[in-house]
C-alpha cells in the first residue's frame, strides 16, 4: 500500500473545521497553485479552498500529490515533536513547560525614542532596527492598525525601514496573520524576512523547515514570538469596551494586559476592564492552542511581570542567541537577569501549563501532555 500523502482535505477535516486552526495562514503562503484564501471576516480567521480547484473540503492539486499546506500548518498531527527535534536535535522534557530554551532574561531598548514606542521596552522593536540595518534581514512581517488607526483593526504588513518598525510598534490584542505580508517582502525583493507573530505563526517557520517546504521556509531568517494566551475578536471594541464601559475606539490611543485591560485614551485618562469580562470575545482559534510561550521562536517575548518597561526575554535557538549577544555587544539593549522578576517566570510557567492543557484529547498528534505532578 502506497504511503499516505496528506493535503487539503485531511487539514481541512483534521484541523480547519475541528477547532484546532488558529488562522496563522501558513498554509495560504505555501500552497504554490494560488488556491487557498484567507477569511477574516466577522471572526473566523480561518483559510478557505476556492471550490474551482476541488470544492471547500478538497484538492484537484492535493489529489496528484502536492502536500505543501499539511507541512506548513503548525498544528498538523506531530507537529511539535517534529519542530522540537529539527530545532534542538531532541524532544522537551516534561519540566520544560514553557520550551527548550537556552536562557530567560528581562531586556530594554537603549534608545530612548525605540524605548518609547515600543511596548514594554521597545525590545522587539530595537531588534529588527538593528536587524534592517546590519543587513540581517531584508524585511520584518509585522502588523500594523489600519488606516489612521482609529479603527484599532490589525492587519499585517511590511517593515524595511526604522520609520516602519516604529510604525507598527506597540500591542494590538485583536488578530493579525502577520504571515501574509510574506507576498509583499517577496515582490519587494525581499530574501531574508523576520516574523514577528503570536505563538501559532512563530511556529510556522521550523515546521516548514523541518517538513521541507520549499522556498517558503527557506527565506524566514528570524522569527521572534509573542507571548499569547489569547487574542479577542474586533467585536470587543463595541460590544464591551464602548457600550459598558463607554471607551469608544476611536479615543483609545494605547491598549496593555496586565492582569486587566489596560487602557490610554486621548483625552489622558486611563481605564482598567476586568480580564474575566472580555473571555466572551475570545477568537475560537486561540481555545485549543497549547503554546504560551511561542515555543518554537528564535526568542520569545513578552510584558509579563512586575516591571512595564522591560520584556521578558526567552533566548531558545542558536540563532537567537548570537542576535541577542550582538545586540548587548553593539548596545542595542540593556539586558538583567530573570532571578530580578522571579514572579515573571513563574507567571510564564503557570500561563504555559494552562494553554497546554488546552490541546483536546481527541486530536490526532499534537502536543504530549503534562503529567498532573509537573509544575
Not at 520609520?163 to 525583493?189: C, F, H, K, M, P
Amino acid at each position: 500500500m502506497p504511503p499516505e500523502k496528506p493535503h487539503w482535505a485531511h487539514l481541512y477535516r483534521e484541523v480547519v473545521t475541528s477547532g484546532l486552526c488558529t488562522g496563522c495562514a501558513a498554509c495560504v503562503i505555501a500552497c504554490p497553485y494560488d488556491v487557498l484564501g484567507y477569511d477574516d471576516g466577522g471572526g473566523r480567521y480561518k483559510p478557505f479552498h476556492v471550490d474551482e480547484a476541488g470544492g471547500f473540503d478538497d484538492c484537484t492539486h492535493g489529489e496528484k500529490g502536492c502536500t505543501l499546506c499539511t507541512r506548513a500548518c503548525p498544528r498538523f498531527r506531530e507537529w511539535e515533536q517534529e519542530i522540537d527535534t529539527f530545532l534542538f536535535g531532541r524532544e522537551r522534557l516534561d519540566e520544560e513547560i514553557f520550551g527548550i530554551h537556552d536562557e530567560v532574561v528581562l531586556a530594554k531598548a537603549t534608545d530612548p525614542v525605540v524605548n518609547e514606542a515600543g511596548q514594554d521596552g521597545g525590545l522587539v522593536s530595537a531588534m529588527l532596527i538593528w536587524a534592517l540595518e546590519h543587513d540581517v534581514i531584508d524585511a520584518a512581517l509585522v502588523s500594523y492598525l489600519e488606516g489612521d488607526g482609529t479603527s484599532w483593526k490589525a492587519v499585517p504588513g511590511v517593515a524595511r525601514t526604522r520609520e516602519q518598525v516604529l510604525d507598527a510598534a506597540g500591542s494590538r490584542y485583536t488578530y493579525s496573520a502577520n504571515t501574509l505580508a510574506y507576498s509583499e517582502a517577496i515582490e519587494g525583493g525581499a530574501e531574508r524576512i523576520a516574523l514577528v507573530g503570536m505563538s501559532c505563526q512563530a511556529s510556522a517557520p521550523p515546521v516548514m523547515s523541518a517538513r521541507r517546504a520549499g522556498k517558503v521556509a527557506r527565506r524566514f531568517a528570524l522569527t521572534v514570538g509573542l507571548l499569547c494566551s489569547k487574542t479577542f475578536d474586533d467585536a470587543i471594541f463595541d460590544e464591551l469596551f464602548e457600550q459598558r464601559y463607554g471607551l469608544r475606539r476611536e479615543e483609545m490611543v494605547k491598549m496593555n494586559i496586565k492582569g486587566v485591560f489596560q487602557v490610554w485614551m486621548r483625552d489622558g485618562s486611563y481605564h482598567e476592564v476586568p480580564l474575566k469580562e472580555a473571555h466572551a470575545w475570545t477568537r475560537e482559534g486561540c481555545k485549543a492552542c497549547p503554546d504560551f510561550a511561542a515555543e518554537h521562536a528564535d526568542i520569545s517575548t513578552g510584558g509579563i511581570g512586575a516591571f512595564n518597561d522591560w520584556t521578558i526575554t526567552v533566548v531558545r535557538t542558536e540563532r537567537g542567541k548570537e542576535i541577542m549577544g550582538r545586540l548587548v555587544e553593539d548596545g542595542v539593549i540593556e539586558v538583567r537577569p530573570s532571578a530580578d522578576d522571579p514572579g515573571a517566570v513563574a507567571l510564564m510557567r503557570k500561563l504555559s501549563r494552562v494553554s497546554r492543557r488546552r490541546w483536546p484529547e481527541s486530536a490526532v498528534g499534537g502536543p504530549r501532555r503534562i503529567p498532573v505532578a509537573v509544575d
